[in-house]
């Protein structure tokens, strides 16, 4: 079953409360996934958010780009203003190291499950990834981890 619930975490007020999810779900989710958003946010933010989601012994899978490509650069789109040129839109963005992702994890009840994995452009995947991806040679890109909620 997919269920959509609608929490503001960046909003001040908002972010005290945890996400209202429908009765059914009370309990929080089996498992939680989110790929590339962590950059977006806060850690400690983000990090009690997954706590509240997800159910005791429930299960994250997270990934998010990694340190050494976000100091080089930032999530964006390219979009086209009102008079037809191509603009690149940045929001607001973090850089969370992969320590700091487990220990802002950890703080909130999530511990990792195996270890964390980390992945860098090479040459013998650049046909994988696309000629742009040439820049990103010998750079760490993304970084994963399991996490579970501990039971308390």
């Known amino acids: 079953m997919l269920a959509l619930c609608k929490h503001d975490f960046l909003d001040a007020e908002d972010a005290q409360r945890p996400p209202l999810l429908p009765p059914d779900l009370a309990a929080g989710f089996d498992a939680v996934l989110t790929t590339l958003v962590l950059e977006h946010f806060p ?8 706590r509240a989601l997800v159910r005791p012994a429930g299960l994250v899978l997270l990934t998010n780009m990694h340190p050494d490509m976000g100091a080089r650069s930032q ?3 390219v979009s086209t203003d009102g008079e ?10 973090w850089v969370h190291g992969v320590e700091e992702t487990v220990d802002g994890a950890h703080a909130e009840g999530l511990d990792v499950v195996g270890s964390v994995g980390e992945r860098a452009v ?19 890109v993304w970084y994963g981890m399991v996490l579970r909620r501990r039971i308390q």
């Open 43 to 50: 850690l400690a933010t983000f990090a009690a958010l997954l």
């Open 75 to 77: 999530a964006g789109f």
């Open 84 to 93: 037809g040129r191509q603009v690149k839109i940045r929001g607001k963005s």
């Open 122 to 140: 090479t040459e013998d995947i650049l046909g994988l990834v696309g000629e742009r991806g040439g820049k990103w040679v010998g750079c760490k």
